[in-house]
Nanobody, 124 residues
């Protein structure tokens, strides 16, 4: 069983930055691909960013490319999402997820474990 706990969300003005963290409680964290997703009210959960088990491959939604960066520290069993140049359209609950196949790609169905989410609100 994998438990994921997100932190770092909050209220920020447009143009500002936040860094989200996701701490995992699993011995084999370094074998999991990790992803960040978000869900705004009334919308489906959407992919934001993903990283393979060793961080060698990263993937981003077109809407966040150049603004968001995903990274991981396997020694700390933590994955991060650095969010810069935030826009009101980035407002959502952000979730991290773990992919047992180690890939960390786009599809929601690829992920086996999910955190409880952290709210990010960007004011204009």
């Amino acid at each position: 069983q994998v438990q994921l706990v997100e932190s770092g969300g909050g209220l920020v003005q447009a143009g500002g930055s936040l860094r989200l963290s996701c701490a995992a409680s699993v011995r084999t964290f370094s074998s999991y691909g990790m992803g960040w997703f978000r869900q705004a009210p009334g919308k489906e959960r959407e992919f934001v960013a993903g990283t393979s088990w060793n961080g060698g491959s990263t993937y981003y939604a077109d809407s966040v490319k150049g603004r968001f960066t995903i990274s991981r520290d396997n020694a700390k069993k933590t994955v991060y999402l650095q969010m810069n140049s935030l826009k009101p359209g980035d407002t959502a609950v952000y979730y991290c997820a773990a992919d047992a196949w180690g890939v960390g790609k786009v599809e929601v169905s690829s992920y086996d474990y999910w955190g409880q989410g952290t709210q990010v609100t960007v004011s204009s």
